[in-house]
């Protein structure tokens, strides 16, 4: 075969190996990322299938780290600072001390454990300061941890990535001026030098890193809320931003384009009336694809006799990070938050490293030429531990700890009109969490103002889920007056909250001849036959109301029928042992004395009301 064709077939292999990777990955519910490096691996040094040093040659490091640049952007658009109203002290301190710890630690180990040289360890430590992002979402997503602890691991994440590699970058320049003074003057002199070099790459860092990055998410923000840029321009556009600010950054501090692109997207996601659905939307499908790409192209290019060398000191190495540094870290951070220790424990069994980690040691074992032997290998053995140990034991501990449960009954509701808000008030009163998403954002401002927990976006984007708080919440509603849009949420979240607790409301039938969707294509239909949201609504407008009522053997669910002359459409039952069970089409209920039911229902007369209240023992509310 010759060397075009090779190439040709290699790039598609590429794609193929990647996307098949992400699949097997979303189908058994476990870190894509592990796939990803078997698939490199077979492909690079085990068959020599691939070689992406002459695929790419010197293209190979910058598009590495353009698209790094993406990838952190897009996770960024995620960020809201609301958030950090209750979570901002404790992130700050997993910055700040969190990191001055694991650099730190991971240094000492890698010097004294692997035999590392000192500005090698120095650089080993920062790369590894970093977590995984691309890791952390689809974990949290399993996970479905209970308060503040999802939303502290997931910024986390994302803000401490272009903190590691700008700390790698000012140790590599810092280690390179120590290393040309050492050899022209002395010690003292050596380390001044370093401490100079140091602190002016940290002062263009934040200057020209967080400057341009803002300077560029509040000019993209100014553009898109004047409809300046045509709609279908609007990515394109915004990826010319993303492009721009890393160049420009980069010219000035060598790899400060990671802290521009992240306070970009800080930037222009936390502007008011900046409509950034649908870039979401374009970046997370090119990020999956960037992820893909880099890390096949990357575990493709390792060396085996890398691990081999490591031997015993490199598992040591790995279960010193993982029992020692990281715990140590974050239990000095949060010695005086407001963490239980549940918490803490959690989070210091949760930090995966990922992509960030792999290209930023890539690159600077090239730099360092003979000098870097070892640091590929050292940083993917701890990609791929913390991957496997974290991947396989988080959730176990997080029910220990009670920051999950197995069997969670709140619920996810796509949809926030009047109706929707109506059923998620009495699951709220009756005890269940509840969480509203719509695109709409006037439905979503009214469930605010109601007191009800909302997320603005569309439930079928998948970085969406990711960046949910789902702690606690165990099926999923599909209630938005589009129908496609329901049965295309219902079959997205099947994976996540299994086919047994994915619903929809009864599809709007246009014609008496229309056929109903078979059940492989659609979830299972809410409430009862032709109880669409139609209906929902015409019954709100004239009047009717949520209640919840407690059967009893006086006033049982043959009573509360005739009490509202058949009219009360049954949606949930609440069983003696708290559980929520959802009415459906295909499950006919007979709701039995001792269970609660919440209903839809017509007002009746205070009179009747009030001889129905004594007959039934006060049992509604």
């Known amino acids: ?44 040094p085990v068959t020599g299938f691939l070689h992406p040093d002459e695929m790419l040659g010197d293209v190979l490091f910058p598009a590495v780290s353009l698209a790094v640049a993406v990838i952190l952007f897009e996770g960024s658009l995620n960020l809201r600072f609301r958030e ?41 430590g920062s790369i590894l300061v970093v977590t995984g992002p691309t890791v952390i979402g689809p974990l949290l997503r399993q996970i479905r941890p209970i308060g503040r602890v999802g939303s502290i691991a997931r910024w986390e994440g994302i803000v401490i990535d272009p903190i590691g590699a700008v700390l790698a970058v000012l140790v590599f320049e810092a280690g390179a001026e120590a290393r040309a003074t050492w050899l022209n003057g002395g010690t003292i002199t050596a380390f001044e030098g370093a401490g100079v070099a140091a602190t002016l790459g940290l002062l263009k860092t934040i200057v020209a890193g967080g400057g341009i990055g803002a300077i560029a998410g509040l000019g993209l923000g100014w553009l ?65 694809l960037l992820i893909s790409t880099l890390f096949i192209l990357l ?40 963490l239980t220790w549940q918490e803490k424990v959690f989070i210091s069994w949760l930090a995966p490293r990922g992509i960030v980690a792999a290209a930023v040691s890539s690159v600077f074992a090239l730099r360092m030429d003979d000098e870097g032997t070892g640091l590929v290998p050292a940083t993917f053995l701890i990609i791929i531990g913390t ?29 926030a009109h009047a109706g929707v808000r109506a059923i998620a008030h009495a699951l709220q009163d009756a005890g269940f969490q509840v969480l509203l998403v719509d695109v709409n954002r ?29 702690g606690g919440i165990g099926r999923f509603l599909a209630m938005t007056p589009n129908d ?27 014609s008496e001849k229309q056929e109903s969707a078979p059940q492989s294509v659609r979830a299972r239909l809410l409430f009862g036959e032709d109880v669409i949201n139609q209906l929902l609504n015409e019954r709100f407008e004239q009047g009717a109301i949520v209640k919840i009522t407690k059967l009893t053997e006086e006033f049982n669910y043959e009573a509360f029928q005739r009490r509202y002359q058949g009219t009360a459409i049954l949606l949930f039952v609440i069983n003696e042992s708290g559980q929520l069970k959802v009415v459906t089409v295909d499950d006919e209920m007979a709701p039995k004395p001792g269970q609660t039911v919440i209903a839809l229902v017509d007002p009746v007369e205070v009179a009747e009301e009030e001889q129905s209240n004594s007959d039934s023992e006060n049992g509604e509310s």
């Open 1 to 44: 075969m010759e060397h075009g064709e090779h190439l040709g077939v290699a790039i598609a292999a590429l794609f193929l190996l990647g996307t098949a990777a992400q699949w097997i990955g979303s189908w058994l519910r476990l870190p894509s990322i592990l796939f990803l490096l078997a698939f490199g691996i077979i492909a690079g």
């Open 84 to 124: 950090l109203g209750e979570i901002g002290g404790s992130l700050l301190s997993l910055l700040t001390i969190g990191v001055l710890t694991t650099w730190g630690g991971g240094t000492l180990l890698a010097h004294f454990l692997l035999g590392f040289g000192w500005l090698k360890s120095l650089l080993l």
């Open 224 to 288: 898109l809320r004047r409809h300046t840029i045509p709609d279908h321009l609007q990515n394109p556009v915004t990826l010319m931003f993303v492009v721009a600010a890393f160049t420009a950054s980069n010219l000035i501090q060598h790899e400060c384009g990671l802290v521009a692109v992240t306070v970009m997207g800080v930037v222009l996601a936390n502007q008011p009336g900046t409509d950034i659905e649908h870039i979401l939307e374009f970046k997370e499908n090119l990020s999956v």
């Open 299 to 338: 575990s493709a290019r390792l060396d085996m006799a890398g691990f081999s060398m490591l031997g015993w000191r490199g598992v040591a190495f790995l279960v010193a990070m993982i029992l020692v540094v990281r715990p140590l870290s974050v239990w000095l951070s949060t010695m005086r938050s407001s």
């Open 387 to 415: 991957v496997c140990v974290y991947g396989f034991t988080a959730f176990p501990l997080a029910k220990k700890l009670g920051l999950a449960v197995e069997n969670p009954q709140g619920v996810l509701i796509a949809g």
């Open 442 to 470: 006037w439905n979503i401002q009214a469930a605010r103002m109601e007191g009800l927990p909302t997320r603005e976006g569309n439930i079928l984007s998948e970085r969406l889920l990711e960046r949910l708080n789902l």
């Open 484 to 510: 496609e849009v329901n049965s295309l949420a219902a079959l997205h979240l099947r994976s996540l909250f299994g086919r047994a607790e994915v619903y929809q409301i009864f599809p709007h039938r246009r």
